[in-house]
């Protein structure tokens, strides 16, 4: 059995918060994928067995029963599925999740969390239960988009971090965060200390991300990679540093993260997880 994958926008209010909203059902290409971090944030509903999150190499994994939330993340993680698994999710903006949380995001900064941990266990249960007996993927998005709207709370400095967080993404990351505080008409503290609350990370740190998830991306497996291009075109002078970052990014070298991708092209042509999880090795 293969993997089935379904997914689409939300309706507003959503659409401004959430990327996508999927589903997920079947057997994972490999029972460990890791992860890279990316301009974006995770929640997850979990409907089969519990599955693993481990945030670093030294630490052990965790188990996430009822689903996860993950915010805007620094390092990457690594998942470990069962060998069917079945879930519905959102990929959500870098700020999207802040009106969901009953805390700052900094406290999640990479340390996911259950989902009971965020909105309580009797809550969780009930949509759980719900989306188990929908009748099918697209009610299940129906009603945890339904569930989302629902949860939606006021967040003080939300627009502020939206547009800045806008023009980060639109500018892949290459922009000075002295000009984007100016132009907001605030101290550079004050944005910083807003990102933090409702992003998890610095906007220095998220047009970081912008700028090595661009990069990572630009990667074609299939053919030779100029990694030296890759190195100038993410602004590092040294190709030493980039390296370094890249390892920090990916969990794996230049080199190593191309055999890493070409060996899912090779067992998975045109699997639908192609592209940003990865093997773990």
């Not at 993997?3 to 994972?28: K, N």
């Not at 030493?240 to 794996?252: E, I, P, Q």
Request: proline share 10%.
């Amino acid at each position: 059995m293969g993997v089935e994958y379904v997914s689409r926008v939300p309706r507003p209010p959503l659409d401004v918060l959430v990327d996508d909203l999927y589903y997920l059902a079947g057997a994972p290409p490999y029972p460990r994928l890791t992860l890279p971090p990316g301009p974006s944030a995770l929640l997850i509903v979990n409907l089969g067995a519990p599955f693993h999150i481990r945030t670093g190499v030294d630490i052990e994994p965790a188990e996430y029963a009822d689903g996860c939330v993950v915010t805007v993340p620094t390092r990457a993680y690594e998942f470990g599925y069962p060998p069917q698994t079945r879930s519905v999710g959102a990929h959500v903006k870098p700020w999207g999740l802040a009106p969901l949380l009953p805390m700052p995001a900094a406290e999640l900064r990479d340390r996911p969390v259950t989902v009971e941990q965020v909105w309580g266990r009797p809550a969780v249960a009930a949509l759980r239960d719900r989306l188990a007996t929908a009748a099918g993927p697209h009610e299940m998005l129906t009603l945890f988009e339904a569930e989302l709207i629902r949860r939606l709370g006021e967040t003080a400095g939300l627009g502020l971090v939206r547009h800045t967080s806008g023009v980060i993404a639109a500018t892949g990351g290459a922009v000075a965060i002295g000009d984007l505080s100016a132009t907001a008409g605030v101290s550079s503290t004050h944005l910083a200390q807003r990102f933090k609350e409702l992003v998890g990370v610095t906007p220095k740190r998220l047009a970081r991300t912008h700028r090595f998830a661009a990069t990572v991306l630009a990667v074609d497996p299939a053919g030779p990679v100029d990694w030296g291009g890759l190195a100038a075109g993410a602004g590092y002078f040294d190709q030493a540093h980039f390296g370094h970052d890249f390892r920090a990014f990916t969990g794996l070298t230049p080199t190593r993260y191309v055999e890493v991708r070409r060996r899912f092209l090779r067992e998975h042509p045109g699997h639908v997880l192609d592209g940003w999880p990865l093997p773990a090795v």
